[in-house]
């Protein structure tokens, strides 16, 4: 619960340096607010353009699938990921992964004792998995900035709902208040007067 504010000049002021404060950073939050929507929105076209380059290269090894149960051709054995090389990107003040490339251990592999088409068929799964690890970077981009919108979302509720409108109202009622309190001061002075008046 808010603070009750006193009704005094001192008061007023600080309501007022607090407003100003507020609505200077509004037009920020809802910059950032505005921002992130559209960075998700144009993710949106990337993440999808990836899952069907996933689908065709998924479509380009089912050929191989039935080669790949071979015992002498095990896929696990030849494509390891050694890293996933990463940028890190500022969006709206939130920092996010950017995909640069899977690396994959160099698995020295005899020619003759592993079938003709196993260079081919890595070839095709190492384009797999790369694109599942692009997707999986893009997924934590866009959960970071869902994340950040929901939060600059929160604030930007909270002060065109909650703070902005309270401090409005309190630097009405202190103004009231003081507005009444010079009336009365006014009113207590002429009283005096035509006292000390009278008196004489």
Do not use: C, H
């Not at 068929?121 to 981009?141: C, D, G, N, P």
């Amino acid at each position: 619960m808010a603070e009750k504010p006193k009704f005094n000049k001192t008061a007023l002021k600080q309501q007022r340096d607090a407003l100003g404060k507020y609505e200077k950073f509004l037009p920020i939050l809802l910059l950032k607010k505005m921002q992130l929507q559209l960075v998700l929105r144009q993710m949106e076209p990337v993440v999808e353009g990836k899952l069907r380059d996933r689908e065709a290269a998924v479509g380009a090894v089912l050929p191989w699938a039935g080669l790949l149960t071979d015992p002498s051709a095990d896929a696990d054995d030849y494509i390891q990921i050694q890293e996933v090389r990463t940028k890190k990107d500022n969006i709206a003040g939130v920092e996010v992964p950017e995909f640069e490339e899977a690396v994959f251990k160099d698995v020295p592999y005899s020619l003759f004792a592993t079938p003709a088409w196993l260079d081919s068929a890595l070839e095709y799964l190492a384009k797999v998995v790369t694109i599942r690890e692009e997707l999986r970077i893009l997924s934590t981009k866009e959960a970071l900035l869902r994340e950040e919108l929901r939060t600059t979302t929160q604030r930007v509720n909270l002060f065109e709902k909650k703070l902005i409108p309270e401090l409005r109202e309190n630097i009405r009622k202190i103004k009231i208040f003081l507005g009444d309190e010079e009336t009365a001061a006014v009113g207590r002075a002429k009283l005096a007067k035509n006292k000390l008046k009278v008196e004489n």
